[in-house]
């Protein structure tokens, strides 16, 4: 499972760095998904990374993953925020109807107007209540035509973006679920 941070990480290279509501438990996360069963690839990106050529990277490591006999079922891409909009664009970038995807408060305004973004895989999309930056994918969903199963949440918790800076089962355990369902 490809874990991909907010842009908060990229920031700090300490742990955990400050967001609105607490801090942005990046450790703790990792580790949550980690003992959720799945061996989990993550990484501090390096700051004012460009979403664009990291999610080239991204695409690349996955396409070696295939090309090792890695059945396409068995890969997961979680992002949250900046990390978000990585995974979608690792989504269009692949074109595999077989990878699944959780795409945390991603779908602003500015990504939808600012890349061509079409959803391939199973695609399950998280946003909060409230939240001023990630909304709804569904103008996305709209627009992709070979795509798997896809689902979409609306969590109401009060923490606006932040929501998804702690290891909370209110998006966690349908991310975890969603991951899991391809094995």
């Known amino acids: 499972l490809f874990f991909l941070a907010?842009?908060?990480?990229?920031?700090?290279?300490?742990?955990?760095?400050?967001?609105?509501?607490?801090?942005?438990?990046?450790?703790?996360?990792?580790?949550?998904?980690?003992?959720?069963?799945?061996?989990?690839?993550?990484e501090r990106r390096k700051h004012d990374t460009d979403p664009s050529l990291?999610?080239?990277s991204v695409a690349q490591q996955i396409r070696r993953l295939l090309?090792?006999?890695?059945p396409a079922n068995?890969?997961?891409?979680?992002?949250?925020?900046?990390?978000?909009?990585?995974?979608?664009?690792?989504?269009?970038?692949?074109?595999?109807?077989?990878?699944?995807?959780?795409?945390?408060?991603?779908?602003?305004?500015?990504n939808?107007?600012?890349?061509?973004l079409t959803f391939h895989g199973h695609v399950l999309s998280i946003h909060e209540?409230?939240?001023?930056?990630?909304?709804?994918?569904?103008?996305?969903?709209?627009r992709s035509r070979d795509m798997g199963n896809r689902k979409e949440i609306m969590l109401e918790t009060g923490l606006g973006h932040s929501v998804f800076a702690h290891p909370l089962m209110a998006w966690l355990a349908p991310s975890v679920a969603w991951a899991r369902a391809g094995r």
């Open 6 to 42: 907010d842009e908060a990480v990229e920031n700090s290279t300490r742990g955990d760095v400050e967001v609105n509501h607490g801090e942005y438990e990046y450790d703790r996360l990792v580790a949550t998904v980690g003992d959720s069963g799945f061996n989990v690839i993550s």
């Open 54 to 56: 990291y999610a080239d």
């Open 129 to 142: 209540y409230g939240d001023t930056l990630g909304h709804s994918c569904a103008a996305v969903f709209r």
């Open 74 to 110: 068995d890969i997961a891409v979680l992002g949250d925020s900046k990390g978000a909009l990585i995974a979608m664009l690792v989504s269009t970038r692949l074109e595999n109807r077989e990878i699944r995807y959780a795409i945390l408060g991603g779908c602003s305004a500015a």
């Open 67 to 70: 090309a090792g006999g890695v």
């Open 112 to 116: 939808l107007a600012a890349f061509p």
